[in-house]
């Protein structure tokens, strides 16, 4: 069976030899041997790890497909596919399939501040610092009550203040709470 380590090591490899393509193919390849998949690596998660390599290699429509059938697939653990599938789009160019998946993850009132904060910092990263604000904004809000590790919520306050800086707006109660974490950490 496929543990961690094993796709921990595919993707060393690609890191070190920039031979991106070739670890996608890769894992595209073990995702289609069910016979080596179990409960710590599924067909899903080695198509997410396809699609990354895929984008890394600047394969945006072969990402995106990864992507694609990851979802079928009903996702994997981890980060719901959906979101890399979001940033794929942006990549690619493909601005309305980016928008209603956007929509899509709205609507889907998640309490996964990772969530909020991979679809905010692919909206940072396009250079749509409005749309970065709002939704690292509302990933702290649906999140706050959350059980999840208080040190997430905090990375959504300082991703927030961080465009809301690009932006020019003034310091807020929100922008403080994540200058009091950067300070409490070191920076």
């Known amino acids: 069976m496929l543990s961690h380590d094993d796709v921990d090591e595919i993707m060393t490899r690609a890191a070190r030899d920039g031979r991106h393509g070739a670890a996608a193919a890769r894992f595209e390849e073990l995702a289609g041997q069910p016979e080596r998949h179990g409960e710590e690596v599924n067909r899903a998660a080695l198509l997410v790890e396809a699609g990354s390599q895929h984008g890394l290699a600047g394969e945006w429509d072969a990402a995106i497909r990864c992507y694609q059938e990851a979802i079928a697939d009903g996702g994997c653990q981890g980060i719901d596919p959906r979101v890399w599938l979001h940033d794929a789009f942006l990549r690619a160019g493909r601005q309305d399939d980016a928008a209603a998946l956007l929509r899509e993850l709205k609507a889907s009132r998640s309490k996964d501040p990772d969530l909020y904060s991979a679809v905010a910092e692919s909206l940072e990263a396009g250079g749509m610092l409005a749309d970065a604000h709002t ?12 059980d999840v590790p208080e040190f997430m919520i905090d990375l959504l306050l300082v991703g927030r203040r961080r465009v809301r800086v690009e932006l020019g707006h003034p310091m807020d109660d929100l922008d403080e709470l994540a200058d009091d974490y950067l300070a409490a950490v070191g920076e």
Do not use: I, K, P, S
């Open 135 to 146: 939704w690292f904004t509302m990933g702290y809000h649906r999140c706050e009550n959350a």
